[in-house]
C-alpha cells in the first residue's frame, strides 16, 4: 500500500487571454500549493478492476472520478492489466475552485508510477495529466508556476514569502464552465502578472499582497454575493489581502502574523461553514 498526499491550489493571479480556435481559454495564472489535502492510499487489487473508496459522498466513485480516469489512462498508455484500489480522503473541498478533483488525479499517476515501477519523469506524469484536465500538470509539480496555455504549460517560481492563507468556502456550488461561459472578454479588470512574479522573485510580501487580481471573481460574484460578502468579512477581520481562487466559491485571505489569524477564523466561523488556516507549501511536497 502506498500514500500520496493531493495538496489544493490558491490562484495568487488568474487572468484570461482570449479564447483559443479549440473551445479552451487562454489562460495565465500564477498558482501555489498549500497545506490543505487530500490523502490518496493506492493497494494493488487482484480482480484487474480500478476501484475508489471516497470518504466523501459527493465525490463519484467511478469513471467520472478523475483518479479513475488518470490509472485507465496510464493502464492503456502502458499496457498494464493490473487492478488497483485507491481509497481517498477528502479534505479539500469539492467544487471550490481549489483543484481539489486535479490534485488527487497528479496524486493518482504519481503514486501508480511507483507502484507499477514505471520509472516516468515528473515531467512525463505532467504530460499525460494534461490529456485529463488542464490543471493537473501543475499538481503533479505542486510548488510554484505560471501557468500558461490551457493551463498546461508550466514555468517554476520562487516560493512565496512566508504567511498564512486563511480559506473560507461558502455553501454554494459554482460550475467553472458556468463562470467562463458569462466571463465578457471585451470587459476585464486583467491582474498585473508580472508584478506578481517580481514580488515572488524578490520575496516582497506586501508587494505579493498588492498583486493578487483573478478576473473571474467579478462574475462568480455577480451570481454569488455571499462570495463578495465573505470578501469583506475577511478584510475587516485583519486579513492583509483576500482574492477568490479559481472560479471560487472559496475566497482566501493572506496574514502576515500568526497573532492575527484565530481573530479571522473564529469571525468567519460566525457565518461561513468552512474554514480552514493554512501554510503555503512553498517549492511544493517532498514525493515520498
Ligand atoms: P478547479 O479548481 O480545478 O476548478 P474545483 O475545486 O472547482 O477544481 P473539484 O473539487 O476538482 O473542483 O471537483 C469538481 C467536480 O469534479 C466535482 O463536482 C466532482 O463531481 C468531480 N470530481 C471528479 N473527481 C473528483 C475528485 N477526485 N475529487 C473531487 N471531485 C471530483
Redesign the pocket.
Known amino acids: 500500500m502506498l500514500h500520496e498526499k493531493a495538496p489544493a491550489?490558491i490562484n495568487l493571479t488568474l487572468d484570461v487571454l482570449g479564447k483559443r480556435p479549440d473551445g479552451y481559454h487562454e489562460v495565465e495564472m500564477i498558482m501555489t500549493t498549500v497545506d490543505l489535502a487530500?490523502r490518496l492510499s493506492i493497494a494493488p487489487a487482484k480482480d484487474g478492476k480500478i476501484r475508489i473508496l471516497?470518504s466523501?459522498r459527493?465525490?463519484?466513485d467511478d469513471k467520472?472520478?478523475?483518479?479513475w480516469q488518470a490509472a485507465e489512462l496510464i493502464r492503456k498508455k502502458y499496457g498494464i492489466t493490473s487492478g488497483v484500489t485507491f481509497t481517498?480522503e477528502?479534505r479539500?473541498?469539492?467544487?471550490?475552485?481549489?483543484?481539489?478533483?486535479?490534485s488527487?488525479?497528479a496524486a493518482a499517476l504519481r503514486g501508480l508510477n511507483r507502484l507499477w515501477g514505471l520509472g516516468l519523469s515528473l515531467g512525463e506524469l505532467a504530460e499525460i495529466g494534461a490529456d485529463i484536465?488542464s490543471?493537473i500538470p501543475f499538481c503533479v509539480h505542486g510548488g510554484t508556476s505560471l501557468a500558461t496555455g490551457r493551463g498546461e504549460k508550466l514555468r517554476h517560481l520562487p516560493p512565496p514569502p512566508n504567511c498564512w492563507v486563511i480559506l473560507a468556502k461558502p455553501d454554494i456550488?459554482?460550475s467553472?464552465a458556468d463562470v467562463y461561459g458569462r466571463l465578457d472578454l471585451k470587459r476585464m479588470r486583467h491582474p498585473d502578472t508580472p508584478a506578481m512574479e517580481a514580488a515572488l522573485r524578490a520575496s516582497d510580501y506586501e508587494a505579493m499582497c498588492r498583486s493578487v487580481g483573478n478576473v473571474l471573481e467579478p462574475v462568480t460574484m455577480d451570481m454569488h454575493p455571499e462570495v463578495a460578502m465573505l470578501k469583506n468579512g475577511m478584510k475587516r477581520f485583519g486579513a492583509d489581502t483576500v482574492l477568490m481562487?479559481?472560479?471560487g466559491p472559496t475566497v482566501y485571505g493572506l496574514v502576515s502574523s500568526e497573532a492575527r489569524v484565530p481573530r479571522i477564523v473564529n469571525g468567519l466561523r460566525g457565518f461561513c461553514p468552512e474554514v480552514h488556516a493554512v501554510r503555503m507549501l512553498g517549492d511544493g511536497l517532498p514525493l515520498d
Do not use: Q
Open positions: 491550489k487530500d471516497s466523501d459527493y465525490v463519484p467520472r472520478n478523475l483518479v481517498l477528502k479539500i473541498p469539492v467544487a471550490a475552485g481549489l483543484a481539489g478533483g486535479s488527487d488525479a484536465g490543471d456550488g459554482v467553472t481562487s479559481g472560479s
